[in-house]
């Protein structure tokens, strides 16, 4: 076996599960967007938003901020570009491809759900925000730019990343980063909760297509030549599964 958990190795039919999740992720997104095309708010959007707020502590401020600076452009772009660089270092471009065209595809299938739906920002007599963004409001872009970009960090670590430690230190905060910058997007008065769920919605849309993209392209390659033997760490193979704020 090789050294790294390559996707090689995982079998075919394992696709079945992200056929599912894209599935419920386009029942999910579906729904809400024909709602929040209606409904300026949902019924427990104020209450949460007022709840999440209320948190005003310093040491979670700051936690805050650098979430954001994590879901925010420029991190984005680097972040994507580091992970697309080791895909190649792995021999994975067809990774390497949908890592970048995911990440630079992304601002395009918010603005168009953001102009269909038309769904107002947040209102100064209802939440308190500054500088609030002039663009609609659903779905939340951080969210779903987190959902894609991290979502897909996450899988190509289990594919790759044999270190165990690594590997979950990697995912960690991969999952830190998108519940977090969810969180801070309604902190910041920028976006309803259910916003920042129909973010998550169609970023998890999008990402379960990517992988199932991925692994279909992978399994044809493997029946006509054997799997490249480089990936990210040479470690022993794991065992077993394994505020000023921007725009959007």
Known sequence: MSPSRRVYDVPVKTGALFLAAWLVALAGFVLMAILA????????DIWLAHRIQDCDIAAIDRALDWTEDGIDAPVVVL???VAASLLLVARDGLGALLEITATAGRPLT?????ELIQRPRPSAELVEFHDQPSSFSFPSGHAESA?????LI???AALYISNLWLRSG??????????????ERVY???HWPSDVLGGYYLGALMLSGIIIIHRLVIALRQTVTPPPSRSFSTATPAAGRGAGRRET
């Open 37 to 44: 095309a209606s409904n300026d708010t949902f019924p427990a």
């Open 79 to 81: 972040a994507c570009a």
């Open 110 to 114: 918010t603005w168009a759900a953001k």
């Open 147 to 151: 959902m894609i970009l991290y979502g």
């Open 154 to 156: 996450f899988y190509f």
């Open 170 to 183: 990697i995912q960690a905060v991969c999952v830190w980063i998108v519940v977090a910058g969810g969180f």
């Open 188 to 190: 910041a008065g920028h």
